[in-house]
Nanobody, 126 residues
């Protein structure tokens, strides 16, 4: 079965940390750019980070730069998002994605991807 499955979401206090994981099955991430989007209630889906497959270049949206770190482990067919210094405005459903041109799509504000996870809820609240 071809799918991306996220894990690691939950409830955390402001200033806390969470690590999201996204494992692919049924296909390999090796030649795909991978990344993360999020969607808060009443807002459009926002691309927040990606890693290219070609040169490993990384993109972060200004809203998460310096606080979030994206990584990938091709041997485990998995991508990660380490989220530190979390704020209430980070509350959203977080989706992982994979696509040959994901970083291009994301940097141009396009929510296009061949593969999507179903999402994991992250809630930042005291």
């Amino acid at each position: 079965q071809v799918q991306l499955v996220e894990s690691g979401g939950g409830l955390v206090q402001p200033g806390g940390s969470l690590r999201l994981s996204c494992e692919a099955s049924g296909f390999t991430l090796d030649n795909l750019a991978v990344g993360w989007f999020r969607q808060a209630p009443g807002k459009e889906r926002e691309g927040i980070s990606c890693i290219s497959s070609s040169d490993g270049s990384i993109y972060y949206a200004d809203s998460v730069k310096g606080r979030f770190t994206i990584s990938r482990d091709n041997a485990k067919n998995t991508m990660y998002l380490q989220m530190n210094s979390l704020k209430p405005e980070d509350t959203a459903v977080y989706y992982c994605a994979a696509d040959p041109n994901l970083c291009v799509h994301l940097t141009y504000g396009r929510g296009w991807s061949d593969y999507w996870g179903r999402g994991t809820q992250v809630t930042v609240s005291s």
